[in-house]
């Protein structure tokens, strides 16, 4: 699948398949490690992804230690959703790739997102 510059949110559904209804639930901590293996790199997101430069420092300081992207960029998805879960959709971290016009690793989002979320929200009883 080629990835164009000037890629949308409307051009990824059509490339992908993926659903409103999918890329409107929130990310849950089950999704974070292998959303993390879509990123080549940490230092690129960290600053779009809004952490303090405490947090950035202590990622780093984790990949250094670690030397595993998957696990570092997994910790700062992490810090991303903790300030408020309702607002870290996979829509607001296309928004963010794309934004840094990153839609090579925003098509392998979308890739997970249609093969591990539900097209429709279930209720909780």
């Known amino acids: 699948m080629s990835v164009e510059s ?4 409307s051009a990824l559904k059509g490339k992908t398949g993926v659903s409103d209804t999918q890329l409107d639930t929130e990310i849950i901590d089950h999704d974070l490690y292998t959303l993390a293996d879509c990123f080549d790199n940490v230092e690129t997101y960290l600053t779009r992804l809004k952490l303090t430069t405490g947090q950035q420092t ?8 670690r030397g595993s992207t998957q ?12 300030p408020n879960p309702l607002t870290a959709t996979f829509r ?3 928004i963010i790739l ?3 016009k990153r839609g090579d690793v925003a098509v392998k989002v979308c890739q997970y997102i249609v093969h591990r979320v ?7 009883t």
């Open 6 to 9: 000037g890629l949308t949110i």
């Open 58 to 65: 202590d990622i780093k300081n984790l990949l250094a230690l």
């Open 71 to 82: 696990i570092a960029m997994s910790e700062a998805l992490k810090l991303w959703c903790t």
């Open 92 to 94: 607001a971290l296309l």
């Open 98 to 100: 794309l934004g840094l």
């Open 118 to 124: 539900p097209q429709t929200k279930h209720c909780n």
